[in-house]
């Protein structure tokens, strides 16, 4: 069974920038595609940035030139840079790896201050 694990989200001023991390434990296949999505109150999930193994990747319009996802096959770890933060970046964040199975973390909080 995988599981993954989210971590580095905290409160930071508009304009800072954080690291966040998904650690799989379990096995999951440099051919899974992985993946940060968000939430925040009042809204639907929406993704954030994904990474294909290969090392293709996609961005929401929304992050283009401020986030940037990376992974680690070794370590089984995928991270998101954030930098540029504004408050509408607040909200949970979450991991998820798919392709066949799909998995998802239990979500990192990042609060954005103004």
């Known amino acids: 069974q995988v599981q993954l694990v989210e971590s580095g989200g905290g409160w930071v001023q508009a304009g800072g920038s954080l690291t966040l991390s998904c650690a799989a434990s379990g096995t999951i296949s440099r051919r899974n595609a992985m993946g940060w999505y968000r939430q925040a109150p009042g809204k639907q999930r929406e993704l954030v940035a994904a990474?294909?193994?290969?090392?293709?990747?996609n961005y929401a319009d929304f992050v283009k030139g401020r986030f940037t996802i990376s992974r680690d096959n070794a370590k089984n770890t995928v991270y998101l840079h954030l930098a540029g933060l504004k408050p509408e970046d607040t909200a949970v964040y979450y991991c998820?790896?798919?392709?066949?199975?799909?998995?998802w973390g239990r979500g990192t909080q990042v609060t954005v201050s103004s």
């Open positions: 998820r790896a798919w392709g066949p199975d799909e998995y």
């Open positions: 990474m294909w193994s290969g090392g293709y990747t």
